[in-house]
Nanobody
């Protein structure tokens, strides 16, 4: 089992920045993928960004490319999402996802971007 705890959400004005963190604990596999997804009210959950085990491989949804940066600290089993130039359409619940020996989700953290 893997437990994921997100933090860092909040309310920010358009153009502002937030950094989300997700700490993983439990049976961590050396080969894994960690990612962020988001779900806006009334919409399906969508992929935001993902990072491979070493941190060297990343990919992003087109809607966040150039504004968001995903990174990880394996010593802390933590993945981060630096979100810059936030837009009202980024408002959503953000979920951490871990894939490695299973597929696990965090409880989510709310991000609200005001115009």
């Amino acid at each position: 089992q893997v437990q994921l705890v997100e933090s860092g959400g909040g309310l920010v004005q358009a153009g502002g920045s937030l950094r989300l963190s997700c700490a993983a604990s439990g049976k961590i596999f050396s080969v894994n993928i960690m990612a962020w997804y988001r779900q806006a009210p009334g919409k399906q959950r969508e992929f935001v960004a993902g990072v491979g085990s070493s941190g060297a491989t990343t990919n992003y949804a087109d809607s966040v490319k150039g504004r968001f940066t995903i990174s990880r600290d394996n010593a802390k089993n933590t993945v981060y999402l630096q979100m810059n130039s936030l837009k009202p359409e980024d408002t959503a619940d953000y979920y951490c996802n871990y894939v490695g020996g299973g597929n696990y989700w965090g409880q989510g953290t709310q991000v609200t971007v005001s115009s």
